[in-house]
């Protein structure tokens, strides 16, 4: 019964940081060969792999989006996540959180929209 729920904001400023939290309950976010994502999905676009970060630590970030992107861990609360800078309206999207061996779970999704 491993579940994720993200949580944060959802209105940003341009120019801001977009910060989300996935909270995962059911497993541990260090079991051995876990990684957990972000991914988002923009209107009327398809998904989109912002990055994800391994059981150990290792960060990946998708290169169009490596120089604002931060994803990080707090084990002890066994939870991820997800830091986007100088956000512009162009970042509006459904947020997920996924993970586990081969993205075998995932979050609900959550809107964030970018604007003033």
């Known amino acids: 019964q491993v579940q994720l729920q993200e949580s944060g904001p959802g209105l940003v400023k341009p120019s801001q940081t977009l910060s989300l939290t996935c909270t995962v309950s059911g497993d541990s976010i260090t079991t051995n060969y876990y990684s957990w994502s972000w991914i988002r999905q923009p209107p009327g676009k398809g998904l989109e792999r912002i990055g994800y970060?391994?059981?150990?630590?290792?960060?990946y970030y998708s290169p169009s989006l490596k120089r604002r992107t931060s994803i990080s861990t707090d084990t002890s609360k066994n939870q991820f996540t997800l830091q986007l800078t100088s956000v512009t309206p162009e970042d509006t999207a459904v947020y997920y959180c996924a993970g586990g061996l081969s993205f075998a779970y995932w979050g609900q999704g959550t809107q964030v929209t970018v604007s003033s």
């Open positions: 970060i391994t059981y150990s630590g290792s960060t």
